[in-house]
């Protein structure tokens, strides 16, 4: 079992949340609390889970608890950098599509 740590990093106009290990029934509580804590910080929350290795039912349900809680803050979660087993979690619940980042205009001349 991977351990789960959760690291909140604040800019400007953004607070960024890195996630590593498992994102299961026992990290349920920590990171619900993290997420609620940066969407009361920002308007903008991104949840980079490159260091997520696994990702559960409960994981999506503290993901979709944020993203109505920005939402009623008038603001938004998005996530990045899923990988493997939890970017396919991500897609068939749909919300690699409803938690996708805005695309920056660097990032589309890079890809045109």
């Not at 789960?4 to 996630?19: C, D, N, P, S, Y």
């Not at 910080?41 to 409960?58: E, I, K, N, P, Y």
């Not at 008038?74 to 695309?103: C, F, H, I, K, S």
């Amino acid at each position: 079992m991977a351990s789960f740590e959760a690291r909140t990093v604040a800019e400007q106009g953004r607070v960024t949340v890195f996630l590593t290990g498992d994102c299961d029934l026992a990290a349920r509580d920590r990171l619900t609390t993290v997420l609620l804590d940066a969407v009361s910080r920002s308007g903008a929350v991104f949840v980079d889970l490159a260091g997520v290795g696994f990702l559960d039912s409960t994981g999506v349900h503290s993901l979709v608890t944020a993203h109505h809680a920005a939402l009623a803050r008038g603001g938004r979660v998005y996530v990045l950098n899923a990988a493997g087993a939890v970017a396919v979690v991500l897609e068939l619940t749909g919300l690699d599509t409803l938690l996708q980042a805005p695309v920056t205009k660097a990032e589309e001349r890079r890809h045109a």
